[in-house]
């Protein structure tokens, strides 16, 4: 499945993952392939893409994420974002 990790400045990740956490605002969630389509607010915390045993950990400081056809978007606020 592919992510992007967007914010009003830059792109901050753009590639293949076979999973990927979020902090949710309600609780953190994982998607994983074949995820149902879903859009979500998130809280603060940490975006973990896990891809060929690796995982990727990005701050955001908030936004939201849409996930269709194995498509994920996160759009994390235009705050800066701190670690």
């Keep these: 499945m592919h992510i992007e990790v967007i914010t009003p400045a830059k792109k901050l990740f753009d590639g293949d993952a ?3 956490k979020l902090p949710g605002s ?3 969630f994982e998607v994983l392939k ?3 389509p879903l859009i ?3 809280e603060k915390g940490t975006v973990s893409i896990i891809a ?3 995982t990727t950990a ?3 400081n908030g936004g939201f994420v849409q996930v269709v056809g194995n498509h994920i978007v996160v ?3 235009g705050e800066e974002i701190t670690t």
């Design 18 to 20: 076979d999973a990927v």
């Design 26 to 28: 309600q609780s953190p």
């Design 34 to 36: 074949n995820h149902a």
């Design 40 to 42: 979500s607010s998130l």
């Design 52 to 54: 060929d045993g690796q």
């Design 58 to 60: 990005i701050p955001i």
């Design 75 to 77: 759009l994390a606020s």
